[in-house]
């Protein structure tokens, strides 16, 4: 099992970037596809962006399809999120976690959430 911390979250401008890390325990991390999940208060918790164990192939939900790219180092049992021109509605708890396919989208595998880390973009 994949564990994971999430960092690098804050308060940026709109138009603004950010970076974020997500640090992962666990042997067989680099078997496992890795996710960003985010939630906003008030709203279901809704995939972001994933990415395959090879780090070939990348899925994005349509709202941040151009602006995120999300990338890993199976060296350094990392996931990242870069995120330009912020906007206000990406404003969010930003979590990871390893994520297998639902559909036509991704969700994470039970039990994996970490802390998150909070976004804030003002306008």
């Known amino acids: 099992q994949v564990q994971a911390v999430e960092s690098g979250g804050g308060l940026v401008q709109a138009g603004g970037s950010l970076r974020l890390s997500c640090a992962a325990s666990?042997?067989?991390?680099?078997?496992?596809?890795m996710g960003w999940f985010r939630q906003s208060p008030g709203k279901e918790r809704e995939f972001v962006a994933a990415i395959r164990m090879s780090g070939l192939r990348t899925y994005y939900t349509d709202s941040v399809r151009g602006r995120f790219t999300i990338s890993r180092d199976n060296a350094q049992k990392t996931v990242y999120l870069q995120m330009n021109s912020l906007q206000p509605e990406d404003a969010a708890v930003y979590y990871c976690?390893?994520?297998?396919?639902?559909?036509?989208?991704?969700?994470?595998?039970?039990?994996?959430w970490g802390p998150g880390t909070q976004v804030t973009v003002s306008s």
């Open positions: 666990g042997r067989t991390f680099s078997g496992y596809v």
């Open positions: 976690a390893p994520t297998v396919p639902y559909g036509s989208t991704w969700r994470s595998m039970p039990g994996s």
